[in-house]
């Protein structure tokens, strides 16, 4: 599974790429908005401190207004992904701009149905959100299975299941258990993900007896 972290903040971006875990970012215009910087300027530095695909979100709702602001985040740097959303004038552009050979990201996916056409419109990525469906008492991770079993099913099928909306670890391992092929994780969750007290309890234990033996390992 491939680990994308969900955030604009580029200290937070800097900090967990240094672990080697990161495969891309994505971020949204909320998350850009809590950043108060140029987009620009964020999105330049997200791009030059992670190699894999920068999910940058256009903010026209049309066709012709996407198309132009997808060709300024791409003149950004060469591993921006497009994000679009899930709607009829989004897949118009989605197709547009994969025909042009960009990396595309559906976004805000919260059914079947749309997931598949996300993937006939040729989304490099489509991104269901998982946290948000169970927000409102649906079950976002048979979101994930469903996807997964329908995108099986077609080897013509070339969509990249981007699971999004983490809230917690388990999202991230139910979310694997499904198949999906990548997460974006929140950088809280993305840190959580090492933590287990009998680690931390099993690494003291052992320092504890080392130190007893009074030797150094040099
Ligand atoms: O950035 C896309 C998605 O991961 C945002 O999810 O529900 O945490 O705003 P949410």
Known sequence: MKFFVDTADTA??????????????????????????????????????????????????????????????????????????????GLRACRRLSEEGAM???????????????????????SPFIGRLDDVGEDGMQLIRDIVTIFGNYDYFKTQVL????????HVVEAAKAGGHICTVPPAVLRQLFNHPLTDKGLAAFLADWSKTGQRIA
């Open 12 to 89: 937070e971006i800097k900090s967990l790429a240094a672990s080697g875990l990161l495969d891309g970012v994505t971020t949204n215009p909320s998350l850009m908005a809590k950043t108060g910087k140029k987009f620009q300027d964020v999105l330049a530095d997200i791009c030059a401190t992670v190699p894999g695909p920068v999910s940058a979100e256009v903010a026209s709702t049309e066709f012709d207004g996407m198309l132009a602001e997808a060709r300024v985040l791409r003149g950004i740097a060469k591993n921006i992904a497009v994000k679009v959303p899930l709607t009829p004038d």
């Open 104 to 126: 595309v990201n559906v976004t805000l996916c919260f059914s079947p149905a749309q997931a598949i056409l996300a993937a006939k419109a040729g989304a490099t990525f489509v």
């Open 163 to 170: 699971v999004a909306s983490v809230r917690n670890p388990m």
